[in-house]
Every structure is written in C-alpha cells, then in structure tokens.
C-alpha cells in the first residue's frame, strides 16, 4: 500500500525573514526583501538581490557552530532551516532520518574567496574540500547529528523541488521513515557573474510575468520539509500541515539553458505531478510558478500553464518578487510559500507587475486574494532542460 | 512484492580504456607512474557528431558516449530516466569560469563555461543527445553520489507501477586547474615517483585520482543481455571504522543474507593510509572468499565506485576473476552468485552494493 507523504515540519530563511512566522508577515504584508547589496563583495551593486541580511559569523554564533568545522555560507543558512523543521516536526532524535538536500554551488563562496591564496593560507585548506556541493549537505548533517542516508540534489534552480521528490519516494518505497528535504543556495559572485554574463540579470526590481519584464534578481536562501507517511504522522499524533500528493520531472531537451517555446518540459513536469496525485488541472486551486521574469522563462512557462489548465486557469503568482530567484532553495521556499497559502487560505501577490504580456491569455494575481485553496502546484526549472512540479494538498 | 532491478547494459570509460577501445578485457593493464590517471580514449566520434563535440567538456563527451553506449548495449532506444550521479561536475568548466572572474576582477565574462558549469550538464546533455523528455536527475554526494543516482533507480522500480528503462551512471573528470589544491588537500600522494599497481605499498596520505564515466541501463524485467541483478545498496554518511561490519551484517540481514552467503567483495581501498582502516574489517571478516580492488588501476574520484560495479558486475557475468584487480589469493571455490561492494572516502559517504548471478 503506497502512502500518502504528510508534511510535519517546515523551516525556512530567506530575504523576507528569518523563520516562517516572518517569512508568513512579509507575505502578508506585501514586503519584498529585494534590494541593494550590502554583504556580497562584489563590483555589481547595480543589481538588486535578495541577501539575507545575517552575516556568516552571526551565523556560526547563532547556531553554536564549533569554530574548526568549514561551515560555506549555504551550510550556515541550511542549518538555521533545518533546525526550524525539525524543532515544528518534534523531531528530537535525529539519528534515523534520512536528509536529501538540494543545492547547486555549495560552497562556492569559500572557494571563490580562498582559489587563490588556499596554498598561502594553511588553516584554509579545510575548505578545499567545499568545491563540491555534497561537503556542504555533509556539514549540515553532521551539524544535525544525521549519519545515515545523506544525498545531495543538484539540478541547478530545480534542485530544491527534486530534493522533495527524492525524499518522497525514500518513504513510499519504505527506504526512510523520516525525511528532512529541501534546499539551500546562498549570494556568491559565481552566480551573479554567472546569471550576468547570460544578460539575465536585471537592474530593476523583477517583475515575474510582465510585458516589459527586464530579467531576474537573484536571491539566497534555505528551506526543508520534514516529510513522513501518514500512517507515521498520525500514529505520532503529530499535526499535519499539508500532504505532498505529486510531482513529476521531465527535461526539456531543448538547450542547455534556454526554455522551448512551447514549454514542453515544464508542461510535461505539471501534467506528470497531476497524474501522480490522480487529479484533474481544474482541481488546481493555486499555481505558484516559477516565473523568474526572464523574457524566456515566464513566456515558454505560461505558455505551458495555458496548455495545462485551458479554460480552468487557477490563480496565478511568482513569489520571485519577494525573495529572489534563489536557485537551489527556490522549489524548497515555495514549497513553503505553497504551504503556507494553504494554511493562510490566501494567494500570495506577484509583486511589480503591471502590464499583461500579450502572448498570454492570463495575469497574474498583484493583490492578496482570499480563497478556498486545497491544491496548489508549485513550479521549479533550472539549466539543463530541468522541469518539475510539485502538488500540495490540504488536510 | 519486491520488484528485481537488473542490469542489462554497460559502458564504461576509465584509465583503463585505450586510445581507440572504451573496452577492454581486464587483462590488458594499463600502468602509470604517475598519481593523475586520465581517461586516453579519443573514439567518441563513433558515437557523437564532431559539431556536436567541439562544445563539449570531457565530461560531457564521457557521458554522452558512455551513456548512448549503454543503450546501444541494453538493445534500448529510449530511456524512461535518465539519472546522473558525480561528484564534482564539469569541474573543468566551473575552474575556468571561476579563473576568469577573478583575474578579470568580474568583468567581460563569456557565458559559455558558466552555462555547462552546473553539476547537471551531463545529465541534460544526455536528453539534449538522445531528445529525451524523460525525469531527468543528478545527484552530487561525495563517494556516494553514484550511488545516490542508483538508489533512485530503485526507488523508481519501487515506487512506480510501469515498465522502466533507466540510464543510470557515474561521472568525474579532473580538472588540470585544481589538481594543485587536491595536493595541497592531500588527496593525493606526495611521492614524485609512484607506480599505480604499488599503490597499497606506499602508506603515505593521500590517493591516486582518476576520471571517467560508467553508465548502466536497468529495468525490472530481464533480458537477453542481463548482467547482473541489483539486490540492493544502503548508504551511511558517516561511520566509525568499528561499525563498518555490524552495518555490513545489518545490510545483509535485511535482505535474509548472512556473511557465508556472500562469494566475492570488491572494496574501494585507495592507499590512503588515513583511512585504508575502514576496508580492514571487510579484509578481515571475508578473508575465506576471493576479493577485488580496482582503484590502484582507474584512481579514486568521487565515482570510481561505478567502476567497482561494472567491474563486480562483469565478473558475474563471466565468471573470470582478473588477476591485477585481486586483493587476496583466494581462489572462487563455486559459482561466484552474490558479490557484495563496499565504498568510502574520508571516513564520509559510505556505500553498499548487493549484486547477484543471473
């Protein structure tokens, strides 16, 4: 008998807040965290992004960090989600979960600070090892005191959404009890440099699904689920904030970086995640889209929604405006976003959008739109043709 | 029901590969004197068009060929999955773009090596080669990154009521920009002079590295070309070296297997003499039945461990134990029918790979 995947803890840091109570109030306040640069040592302040305003060595005081472990930024910033999660989830020993993390430079912020003077600096060459995104999820999980299956997903900006898939599929094939899943990416000049040279960055604020979009801001941030079986969850008496009932993946095979026109992997991805949850588009009360503000994304993305959904459109929103497009973490802090609509009843508002894009026969939501919800899908893609939805669905 | 996982194609490209064979019949060794094992093989115009390579980093090549081989070997046209798992990624490409941003201090960037920087370039490369549309993951966890991608693989088979034909493999390549930092990590061997078949003789820190990539084709249903069968794999991020064998009987329990029922071992042994002690229980406690090393031949990367498995898996096709891959001079007394394999590195990522005869 396949279970149903009960969501039992969230935790979430990202540009609006701290922890979800804050995340939920600039939500609901309409408050975006997007703005000038203030820690990233960078040339390109002209780029507005979603930087968390904590510095690393706040971090490591806050989270009682021991001072000899290479904590990267993305680990820092995990730590502080994941501890959230598990504290709502009462999660006390965690020597039996399993955690699948999403994240796609890892620690690439040491390593772009420290390439060239790692053979000057011999206390730096613990964070050698950082190059690699798996020695970050490592140094969560040791942090967490969680020893056995540990992986790491990195399919770029889906790696958080796919993260959640990988966890799901643990407890239906019984291979987990217990699974924190989610994803953490934090600022580095890699990608900011990465995402500017692709002439995707704007210097505005993002405007997600607008005629005159001008690209996208980049953000940081962290966010897990605790996920376990129903059967579990209720056996635990433990409160059920919402249940992962589908998710689909499928690649765009298209181009490297660049989304098709017609949006065949992301239509594909929503459609898989809709027959996984054995439910019918106009069900969809809610899509949280990915919808970046990129010229590319938002238009081969609504045109996959329009194919989707047809005459049935649910409400519509990016969440980008608020947080950031932020890479690794995005599909984990909508999943949370996607939650908390649920819980709110409300559809979080596409912030800075004015003008219909006219290749769409939609717009999306600008206000806070009270509303029945009991399904949202949650849209995730990323370089490499990489597409996927998640479904959530309320208790 | 337990649903079976079988292996039913193979390709692999390692050190061991020659100029023009991405083959070879592990009798024909190849040694080097060196601690940087590069894959030599040059033949991917078998497979992949020149325009189409000319953009594509050797892990991306790697991949694409070895995965389409696999196919090609599997009798399969097209994938239901396409599932990568590496350690490090097109590092190549990330170095280079990171070089540029910090000797040009930010300024004038080509996107060309930030876009196949991601760690999913390969697996994306694969649907762009074959225009699959199919789930498409990439996983990145150490030593068991691999691994990782394979538990998915089962997780599919497990979890999905259709037919399955998953592309699952391992891919790392060395970037000639970091080997520098990985001296520096003591990751590899400080001796100027080395020989890859000595590599258990030396004591010292550190390894040999290699690259490579090794795709493997599985479904639930057998085939004509069937290797193997996948029992299972178990991962375990962190472990001391006294609980390798009660996690290692654990394992085997789970699956109603004892100690006695396994007939061969393939360990990952790297001659770091730091953390060789982890293999030393399995030495120990399966010192009656033949076992296997292979990373003193292809050097250790993040993905090696596939090698382990198309090595494991070959061997239970063939029957034939290859003389330069032994750790011990057992003899196979019966049909070698379960091979079990056991891989860390640094103490960290540590994984359990059960297969059977056919």
Not at chain 1, 69 to 80: D, I, M, P, Y
Not at chain 1, 380 to 386: L, T
């Amino acid at each position: 008998m396949i279970q149903r995947i009960a969501i039992t803890g969230m935790g979430i840091v990202s540009a609006i807040g701290n922890n979800v109570q804050e995340n939920l109030l600039a939500l609901a306040q309409q408050k975006s965290g997007i703005g000038q640069l203030e820690l990233l040592d960078t040339i390109h302040q002209n780029f507005p992004c979603g930087e968390i305003k904590l510095t690393n060595t706040h971090l490591v005081d806050a989270l009682k960090v021991k001072q000899d472990e290479a904590f990267t930024r993305a680990a820092l910033l995990g730590v502080k989600a994941a501890e959230e999660a598990l504290q709502q989830a009462q999660i006390s020993s965690t020597n039996k979960i399993a955690f699948v993390n999403g994240t796609s430079v890892g620690g690439m912020d040491y390593t772009e600070k420290l390439y060239q003077d790692f053979s000057k600096n011999p206390h730096t060459t613990k964070y050698i090892e950082a190059q690699h995104p798996g020695f970050t999820s490592d140094t969560i999980a040791h942090h967490l005191a969680i020893t056995g299956l540990v992986t790491t997903v990195s399919t770029a900006c889906s790696s958080g959404a796919n993260a959640l898939i990988t966890g799901a599929k643990l407890l239906k094939a019984g291979k987990a009890e217990t699974v924190l899943a989610g994803g953490t990416d934090c600022l580095s000049k890699f990608t900011l440099n990465g995402f500017h040279s692709l002439k995707i960055l704007s210097e505005k604020l993002c405007q997600p699904f607008d005629e005159h979009r001008s690209g996208l801001n980049l953000g940081e941030g962290a966010a897990y689920l605790v996920l376990e079986t129903e059967k579990k969850a209720k056996a635990q008496n433990k409160t059920i904030l919402g249940y992962l009932d589908g998710y689909g993946n499928a690649n765009d095979a298209f181009h490297q970086t660049a989304s098709s026109a017609t949006g065949e992997g992301s239509f594909l991805a929503m459609q898989a995640a809709l027959n996984s949850a054995k439910i019918n588009a106009e069900e969809v009360s809610y899509t949280n889209a990915h919808g970046t503000a990129t010229e590319n994304n938002d238009l081969s993305e609504g045109i996959a929604i329009q194919r989707i959904f047809e005459e049935n459109l649910p409400k519509i929103s990016s969440t980008k405006a608020f947080t950031g497009h932020t890479l690794a973490a995005a599909g984990a802090i909508e999943a949370v976003f996607s939650l908390l609509a649920i819980q709110e009843q409300k559809i979080w508002p596409n912030l800075n959008f004015k003008a219909q894009m006219p290749e769409l026969n939609f717009s999306p939501e600008t206000e806070i739109v009270p509303k029945k919800i009991e399904k949202v899908l949650s849209n995730s893609f990323g370089f490499g043709g990489n597409c996927s939805s998640l479904l959530f669905s309320a208790v | 029901m337990i649903k079976a996982c079988y292996i039913n194609g193979i390709s692999s490209l390692s050190p061991q590969s020659t100029v023009e064979e991405e083959n070879f019949d592990f009798q024909q060794i190849q040694t080097f004197e060196k601690p940087v094992l590069q894959v030599a093989f040059k033949g991917y115009k078998k497979l992949i068009k020149p325009a189409a390579m000319r953009r594509m980093s050797k892990s991306v090549k790697m991949g694409v060929f070895t995965a389409a081989s696999a196919l090609i070997d599997a009798n399969v046209k097209e994938p239901t999955s396409i599932l990568t798992g590496t350690g490090m990624g097109c590092k190549q490409d990330s170095d280079i773009f990171l070089e540029n941003l910090l000797l040009q201090h930010e300024e004038l960037l080509s996107p060309s090596k930030f876009v196949q920087s991601t760690h999913n370039t390969v697996g994306g490369q694969v649907a762009l080669y074959l225009k699959s549309k199919a789930y498409n993951f990439t996983y990145v966890q150490g030593s068991a990154s691999f691994e990782s991608a394979l538990l998915d693989a089962q997780l599919s088979i497990l979890t999905e009521e259709k037919k399955h034909q998953i592309l699952v493999g391992g891919i790392d390549e060395i970037s000639e920009n970091t080997i520098g930092l990985l001296q520096l990590d003591q990751q590899i061997k400080s001796e100027t002079s080395l020989e890859n078949l000595k590599l258990l003789d030396y004591k010292s820190k550190g390894s040999i590295i290699g690259e490579g990539a090794h795709f493997f084709v599985i479904s639930e249903e057998k085939s004509q070309n069937s290797y193997a069968q996948l029992i299972d794999l178990h991962l375990e991020n962190s472990l001391a070296t006294e609980e390798v064998f009660p996690k290692t009987k654990a394992f085997l329990a789970e699956n109603k297997l004892a100690i006695a029922d396994i007939d061969l071992v393939i360990l990952g042994n790297n001659g770091d003499v730091d953390f060789d002690a982890y293999f030393q229980p399995l030495q120990q406690e399966f010192k009656e039945i033949p076992q296997v090393y292979y990373k003193h031949l292809v050097g250790e990367s993040y993905t090696a461990s596939a090698f382990g498995m198309q090595l494991g898996v070959k061997i239970l096709k063939s029957q034939h134990l290859p003389e330069a891959y032994r750790l011990n001079t057992v003899q196979p007394q019966k049909t070698i029918k379960k091979v079990l394999l056991y891989n860390q590195f640094r103490g960290k990522n540590h994984s359990w790979i059960l297969l059977e005869h056919v």
